[in-house]
């Protein structure tokens, strides 16, 4: 079965960068298609973006022009890199298999001057 393990999280200042990874074990990634949720606390946790196993690709509205996702199917990896992050990107970010419905045990990203 697969196993998904975030990293990259951590504090930054508003207006700053930061690239999220998630590799995955198992097999399948290929196959899969690769989300990025996030869930900050006392709320639900909400797709951020998603990525099909053939490329396609789309964003929340409230990160699109400035978070990208990708993967790279040898390494099994899928990434998001996050620019002008703002307060609101606090949360836990989590990386998810759709197809197989995995999740991975999260990352917490703290937008804070």
């Known amino acids: 079965q697969m196993q998904l393990v975030e990293s990259g999280g951590g504090l930054v200042q508003p207006g700053g960068s930061l690239l999220l990874s998630c590799a995955a074990s198992?097999?399948?990634?290929?196959?899969?298609?690769m989300g990025w949720y996030r869930q900050d606390q006392g709320k639900e946790r909400n797709l951020v973006a998603i990525?099909?196993?053939?490329?396609?690709?789309d964003y929340a509205h409230s990160v699109k022009g400035r978070f990208t996702i990708s993967r790279d199917n040898i390494q099994r990896t899928v990434s998001l890199q996050m620019g002008s992050l703002q307060p609101g990107d606090t949360a836990v970010y989590y990386c998810?298999?759709?197809?197989?419905?995995?999740w991975g045990q999260g990352t917490q990203v703290t937008v804070s001057s």
């Open positions: 998810h298999d759709l197809t197989f419905n995995v």
């Open positions: 198992g097999s399948g990634f290929s196959r899969a298609t």
């Open positions: 990525i099909s196993r053939s490329g396609t690709i």
